[in-house]
């Protein structure tokens, strides 16, 4: 079989066409038109003082600093640009701040997808009284 009909992820990585270099050497209008309608629309509406604030924090963040002190935020609702890659951002999910490192393949998602806000449950026995048949359990 040759290379040309290979399947899965070899080589370098792209993002509809262009590489990690040529996206983070891409202006911010340049990106906005590359990412799904939804991010984009986020975009083009104007992000917040807050997500601004994050975007240069992150920008001008060195990747080895943020991988032992990474960088905290409440913004799940920021979408992934190239200059956050290979950072670290501790994101909140309600309770705590998790790590989230991120990786070239999360470009064009959210930062709270990443870090769910809801665990699942696990069931145990029911307890003493908690059900019709334990009413007549002897406690000894």
Request: aromatic share 6%; proline share 5%.
């Amino acid at each position: 079989m040759s290379s040309e009909y290979r399947t899965g992820r070899e080589g370098e990585f792209t993002y509809r066409g262009h590489t990690l270099d040529e996206l983070q050497a891409m202006s911010l209008e340049d990106i906005t038109a590359l990412l799904p309608a939804r991010q984009r629309r986020t975009i083009e509406r104007g992000l917040t003082t807050e997500q601004q604030k994050l975007r240069e924090t992150v920008r001008d963040a060195d990747p080895q600093k943020t991988a032992n002190d990474p960088i905290r935020t409440h913004l799940r609702d920021m979408p992934i640009l190239p200059s956050f890659v290979e950072k670290t951002i501790a994101v909140y999910n309600g309770q705590s701040f998790e790590r989230v490192r991120i990786e070239p393949e999360m470009i064009g998602h959210y930062l709270g997808e990443f870090q769910l806000t809801r665990t699942s449950v696990e069931h145990g026995q029911a307890g003493i009284g908690a059900t019709r048949s334990s009413k007549f359990v002897p406690l000894k």
